[in-house]
Antibody, heavy 121, light 113 residues
Framework: QVQLQESGPGLVKPSETLSLTCDVF?????????WGWIRQSPGKGLELIGN???????YYNLSLKSRVTISLDTSRNQFSLKLTSVTAADTAVYYC??????????????WGQGTLVTVSS | QSVLTQPPSVSGAPGQRVTISCTGS?????????VQWYQQLPGTAPKLLVY???NRPSGVPERFSASKSGTSASLAIAGLQAEDEADYYC?????????????FGGGTRVTVL
């Protein structure tokens, strides 16, 4: 069974960098699939931050692209998110997830439990 | 990033059938991209409910069904149960967005009366 688990600081100061890690269990991230970060602001819907293919190619939400970096660490079987220059608008629950994508079909089949990150001084 | 349009809420009595619509455009659902549906129970992560327009992952009850036509899709819940009270999100792909074209709907809150 594939499991994902997010970790990182729950509180980040404005203008600083948000850093999260997603540990993957039950599947080697270097074997395939896309690996993504999705966030949900309080009381709001889901927003894709970006995906990284197992080869290392990244795909970012255009509205966040200038501030986002997603990377893989295959030795630790984890992938990471860095979001720079955060503001209160970046306060959200951050989810990591595995994405299947082929042809006209893209979906997230396994999700982490989510981690709340609050941006505040 | 464009958003797929869903009604904010739907409700029904136990045992009733409810449907949730998801309206897109000719650049996403209408372009042939598959539609997925996720269920998010209160305080939990989203769970894949339907993929590839109308396929249920193992363990998802048959009373959840979905369809797609033109630029829209819909999710139906038959025999509504109290445990179905949750937020439901549709998801597809937008062909003209460079970078990642994954789109989510705004979500629909299903309330069991």
């Amino acid at each position: 069974q594939v499991q994902l688990q997010e970790s990182g600081p729950g509180l980040v100061k404005p203008s600083e960098t948000l850093s999260l890690t997603c540990d993957v269990f039950g599947y080697s991230i270097s074997s395939g699939y896309y690996w993504g970060w999705i966030r949900q602001s309080p009381g709001k819907g889901l927003e894709l931050i970006g995906n990284i293919y197992y080869s290392g190619t990244t795909y970012y939400n255009l509205s966040l692209k200038s501030r986002v970096t997603i990377s893989l660490d295959t030795s630790r079987n984890q992938f990471s998110l860095k979001l720079t220059s955060v503001t209160a608008a970046d306060t959200a629950v951050y989810y990591c997830a595995r994405a299947y994508s082929s042809g006209l079909e893209t979906y997230y089949d396994y999700w982490g439990q989510g981690t709340l990150v609050t941006v505040s001084s | 990033q464009s958003v797929l349009t869903q009604p904010p809420s739907v409700s029904g009595a136990p045992g009733q059938r409810v449907t949730i619509s998801c309206t897109g455009s000719s650049s996403d659902i209408g372009a042939g991209y598959d539609v997925q549906w996720y269920q998010q129970l209160p305080g939990t992560a989203p769970k894949l409910l339907v993929y590839g327009n109308n396929n249920r992952p193992s363990g998802v009850p048959e009373r959840f069904s979905a369809s797609k036509s033109g630029t829209s899709a819909s999710l139906a819940i038959a025999g509504l149960q109290a445990e179905d009270e949750a937020d439901y999100y549709c998801q597809s792909y937008h062909s003209t967005l460079s970078g990642s074209g994954v789109l989510f709907g705004g979500g629909t809150r299903v309330t069991v009366l």
